[in-house]
């Protein structure tokens, strides 16, 4: 099969070239004015040798600029899990624009919003930034700053953004930086430390060190293929961190898939801090970070007015109205608690059919789910943690799958085959991917 692959691809590659001219004449200019040739570096990583360039997205659609239409899979990489431009959204954000796009003042809209995020979620303090990076990075300098404690803890192959403690990996018993990890600002282990996910024993012993000022988790990991909670590591995770002193920041960014409340409310997780951005607002960059009651509180008593503006949490743009007006439509007319029940059923459509290709060519890989999400990858088991996800990766038909669905107009997310289902994705998107992912299939096994 590798060898069948290999030229696979090697035949997508060259159709892909031939058939967006427009688009590879576009990267070629962006050589001269581009870092790389992409506007953001991880653009480099489309699976055709360069990016398509878009001209038009709607709904769960995007046209670019050779004519070709797509189904959007991808959607921003969760980003416009919404759909793009949701109309409810554009209008409220158009609106706005013409009453203010940023002021350093509160709106209305933020009350409204952080009462809806309470009510989703639980915890009762808000503030935003603008992206879950920022979210992220200020929740972790206010664990430190009301626990006294310097280090983060963080599961192998996790994912948070560009927050500089969490790219840290394990080589042995030690923390080490990730491959790729570029200008890291100190050793990894002077800030973090790192066990598997799903591994009560090894999270214990690092606690038990009394160091970590929080432990910073998604829900399940996401961006090495979905890895789900084991039975009873939540519960592990929340007494643990209680029993050492340790803050839990729970990661919804991504797994806002599960539901209008992310994991946090489908399965009852009680936080001190929760993170979340990308969808919240339809694409308007926002993020959001709370706080319950009681670490609101110790946090209050730990800022004096005069610090409020100078401790490196905050940014002239962050909690802007023009962020919250998009939020607050996005919250209140996209994703809803109906949109997400359809989304969800359309997840597991395509969880169903792509079980139904590997069945019928037995072929040694698995598919996930979580919610609207889903990920197939190229190996038979299922892995329990970051390590065992990464050591079954495979890159060649990670790149090959993705090429196959996007020369036939589908688009997945160029790093590991996650699709999402949006409020608008139909039935028919689903059953495409299905029928284009069966015919990758066969011309892999030589059935056809």
């Known amino acids: 099969m590798r060898d ?22 576009l990267s070629q200019r962006a ?26 997205a709607w709904d769960a659609r995007f046209r670019d600029v050779d004519g070709i239409e797509y189904v959007d899979l991808c959607l921003g990489d969760t980003g416009a899990m919404t759909g793009h431009s949701p109309a409810a959204v554009v209008q409220a954000v158009a609106e706005q624009l013409a009453r203010g796009i940023t ?29 879950a990076t920022d979210a992220n990075r200020f929740a972790i300098r206010l664990a430190r700053l009301v626990t006294g404690r310097p280090k983060v803890l963080v599961f192998n192959w996790c994912y948070h953004g560009t927050v500089d403690e969490t790219f840290a990996t394990l080589d042995g018993d030690a923390v080490v930086e990730r491959e790729g990890n570029l200008g890291p600002p100190v050793p990894l282990d002077e800030t973090t430390r790192v066990v598997e996910w799903n591994d009560v024993a090894a999270l214990e012993r690092e606690l038990a060190h009394g160091d970590v000022a929080c432990v910073l988790a998604e829900p399940a990991l996401t961006n090495i293929g979905i890895v789900p909670a084991e039975p009873g590591f939540h519960d592990a995770l929340r007494s643990l961190t209680r029993r050492y002193g340790t803050l839990l920041v729970i990661d919804e960014t991504h797994t806002l898939c599960a539901g209008p ?63 919250f007006a998009a939020v607050r439509a996005t919250l209140t007319h996209v994703l809803t608690d109906e949109a997400f029940a359809r989304m969800i059923a359309l997840g597991e459509r395509f969880e169903q ?56 107009g589908v688009l997945l997310t160029p790093f590991h085959n996650m699709a999402l289902m949006s409020p608008v994705t139909s039935d028919a998107d689903v059953d495409r991917h299905t029928e284009e992912l069966s015919a990758a299939a066969a011309e892999l096994v030589g059935s056809s």
Not at 31 to 56: C, D, I, N, Q, T
Not at 117 to 123: E, K
Not at 365 to 370: A, D, G
Not at 374 to 391: D, I, K
């Open 103 to 131: 002021l350093m003042l509160p709106s209305e809209d933020a009350l409204w919003v952080g009462e809806e995020l309470t009510r989703r979620f639980g915890v009762s303090r808000w503030q935003f930034a603008l992206t």
């Open 261 to 323: 409340g992310g994991v946090t409310a489908a399965h009852g997780l009680d936080p001190d801090v929760l993170t979340i951005g990308k969808a919240i607002g339809s694409g308007i960059p926002s993020a959001a970070y709370g706080f319950s009651e009681e670490v609101a509180a110790r946090i209050d008593a730990a800022i004096g007015v005069d610090d409020s503006d100078v401790g490196g949490v905050g940014g002239t743009l962050a909690a802007n109205v023009l962020s």
């Open 353 to 408: 059919g792509v079980a139904s290709v590997i069945a019928e060519h037995s072929l040694p890989w698995h598919v996930t789910r979580l919610g609207c999400r889903v990920e197939y990858l190229f190996r038979p088991e299922r892995p329990r943690n970051g390590s065992e996800a990464a050591e079954g990766q495979d890159h060649l038909l990670d790149r090959l799958i993705h090429l196959y669905a996007l020369n036939r």
């Open 4 to 25: 069948r692959a290999a030229r696979l691809l090697e035949r997508e590659l060259k159709s892909f070239a031939d058939t967006h001219p427009k688009s590879r004449a």
């Open 31 to 56: 050589r001269s004015s581009l870092l790389g040739g992409v506007p953001m570096h991880w653009m480099l990583r489309w699976a055709g040798g360069f990016p398509v360039y878009a001209e038009k």
